[in-house]
């Protein structure tokens, strides 16, 4: 064998070492950094130098050893089975860290829980039912009454106000996605530039790349795949987000404003503005849809704030005079139950507005018309009524304002005197039940003073008649003309009864205590008349209301908890076999390193005894 052949042999074996030395020391280095691989040196046989041929073989000299490569070992498999399992655990994380606060809200408000308020007002109610007359104990439905409202009020406005900050949390969020896009084809640019010429791996790059990806597939559902110039091209919910030639960015907009909804939802800009998401689709793991966290974000805060018109109720078939009427009801009803299923139903905190909302709608509502009952009058003849000055005419009824068209109004659209209009005979008004009605025991014994009562508008318009008969005419508008429920937002206690307790109407005709009205509270409160939902039709009384609303909650929380918890059990089984596959073992890199230390102590040496033989062969045999 040559002696300056075998030198280059030995060289060989200290630069293939030297970078297995290298390798092993940067791998030592990032033990902990987050997203790093670990790298392989892959050592070859160098070329052979043919000397010759035998009928049998090649008479080969080998030139040592060279590395091959650095392998950057990852299983593509794992990866993509990892992203798509944090981003299910994400999902349901959300959801149930959303439930989780609502939960929280619903059962302590300020450090009293809501429950307490409804037992103090029953407990009122059934005061009253026994000593009507006392002032004590108006004093205390008064009191309780005001405690109820504001605690509902605060409760309510505690889920406002958490929605709110969903929603920022969602726009951040969209923010993140957008910002790591940008970091994904930054670091395509660089790997792609490094990695053209066929001659060395960024595998740092890739890293951190890849990276990217794991924290990208935790807020929305990916897709990815790497084409021959080493550019990853990502498709978020199927549409492209990062390409060769770039980032598509996401956006937001306010899609349900037609709702008076300020909310955003994430949309894409290059797509004329399309959702992200359709969320109105099954969401299901067989769907393979539940994947996500800015999904999970937005579909537990909801479109917009929730109120009890939201839920839908089946009509009442039998005040519809024909059987065409009762299809077209019910065919409404189907509709707005499939509606309310793929929206509202599938939220988290809009879903519990509503059926917070319905509860003390439903309970405001049934105190109010016990004490201030309605009824649907048509007139027999017409009727000329005398109209109050500083009635405000948009918060009549269409009747009423349709005949005072063109009276005289100030600047807030009131009646700058009394003003007659004339209703013609059959035409239908909503007034105050007189013959049902309690009296206050006030002066005046005013008929039906509701206890609540809507923020903007007056239950009642008081009217004579040209038949002598003094009319409660019903008002069902605010003073901008839009309907006026009684609503959280939009409820008070009268202040008519808070500054005088005397025209609470617990007295009869005749002046003698109404003994009877406290009962038929007591029955309404007692009686199931509430629907939870269009999917449990069952009727419950105000307390297995409140009850079941809030064990629906905890059932919904306990449900998407358990489906998380499993998903992080699925995340960590698949990390924990991606780093048995791609991480750092301090014990395995250091035996690596001896390895290579002792092969390129054995090449030193072999370099050092063949320059002796060629120190020997030239200054001494040389020389004889």
């Known amino acids: 064998m040559p002696l300056m052949t075998s030198i280059y042999t030995g060289v060989s074996g200290l630069r293939a070492n030297q970078n297995g030395l290298n390798t092993t020391a940067h791998n030592l280095a990032n033990i902990n950094t987050p997203g790093y691989v670990r790298q392989q040196v892959s050592m070859v046989d160098g070329i052979y130098s043919n000397l010759g041929y035998t009928p049998v073989n090649t008479k080969q000299l080998g030139l040592g050893v060279v590395s091959a490569e650095s392998r950057h070992i990852r299983d593509l498999l794992l990866d993509k089975a990892y992203r798509e399992e944090e981003g299910r655990r994400n999902f349901y994380a959300a959801k149930y860290s959303t439930t989780e606060e609502v939960e929280t809200i619903m059962g302590e408000t300020e450090g009293v829980q809501f429950q307490n308020s409804l037992k103090d007002l029953w407990e009122s109610i059934s005061e009253m039912a026994k000593t009507p007359g006392s002032t004590v104990s108006r004093a205390g439905l008064i009191m309780n009454a005001q405690a109820f409202l504001t605690r509902a009020d605060a409760v309510y406005k505690e889920l406002t106000s958490y929605q709110k900050t969903l929603d920022e949390k969602v726009q951040n969020t969209v923010d993140q996605i957008n910002s790591i896009g940008d970091n994904i084809a930054l670091l395509n640019q660089q790997i792609h530039s490094i990695e053209a010429a066929g001659i060395e791996t960024a595998s740092d790059l890739r890293d951190q790349r890849d990276l990217w990806l794991d924290k990208l597939g935790g807020l929305v559902k990916i897709d990815y795949e790497e084409n021959e110039f080493s550019v990853v091209t990502v498709r978020v919910e199927g549409t492209t987000f990062v390409s060769k030639d770039g ?55 909801g479109g917009f704030v929730g109120t009890f018109e939201d839920i839908p109720h089946e009509p009442i078939y039998s005040e519809y005079a024909t059987d065409a009427e009762r299809l077209a009801a019910y065919e409404q009803y189907q509709k707005d139950v499939k509606e309310y299923n793929e929206t509202i139903g599938r939220t988290v905190v809009t879903k519990t507005q509503a059926l917070f909302d319905q509860l003390i709608h439903t309970m405001v509502t049934a105190i109010n018309d016990a004490i201030s009952p309605t009824t649907n009058q048509t007139l027999a003849s017409p009727v000329t009524f005398t109209v109050p000055a500083g009635t405000v005419i948009k918060t009549l009824d269409d009747s009423m304002q349709a005949g005072l068209a063109g009276a005289s109004v100030d600047g807030n659209g009131a ?98 205590i109404d003994l009877e009205l406290g009962q038929r509270l007591l ?23 409140y009850t079941a609303m809030v064990g629906v909650i905890a059932n919904d929380g306990y449900i998407y908890n358990a489906v998380a918890d499993s998903q992080g059990s699925v995340v960590l089984n698949l990390d924990n076999k991606r780093q048995s596959t791609t991480g750092v073992s301090s014990e395995e890199e250091l035996s690596n390193m001896i390895r290579f230390q002792n092969a390129y102590g054995a090449a030193s040496r072999y370099i050092t005894t063949v320059a002796d033989m060629l120190d020997t062969l030239i200054n001494r045999v040389g020389h004889y």
């Open 247 to 301: 980032v598509f960015h996401m956006d937001t907009a306010h899609l349900n404003a037609d709702d008076g909804s300020t909310y955003v939802t994430p949309v894409w800009p290059h797509i004329d503005h399309a959702p992200v998401f359709n969320t109105r689709v099954e969401i299901s793991s067989a769907k393979n849809n539940d994947v996500g966290e800015l999904k999970g974000l937005l579909i537990a805060r």
């Open 415 to 512: 009646l700058t005197a009394d003003t007659v209009v004339t209703l013609l005979a059959g035409t239908t008004i909503k007034v105050l039940d007189q013959e049902k009605s309690s009296y206050g025991c006030d002066e005046n014994s005013t008929p039906g003073t509701e206890l609540f009562s809507r923020e903007d508008v007056t239950r009642y318009t008081k009217m004579t008649g040209s038949d002598g008969n003094t009319y409660y005419v019903y008002n069902p508008y605010n003073e901008f003309g839009s309907t006026s429920n009684y609503s959280l937002g939009n409820l008070t206690v009268n202040q008519v009864v808070v500054d005088d307790y005397s025209f609470l109407p617990f007295t009869t005709a005749q002046g003698d």
């Open 523 to 545: 029955k309404d409160w007692a009686s199931p008349s509430i629907n939870l939902s269009p999917d449990n039709i069952t009727p419950k009384d105000f307390d297995d209301y």
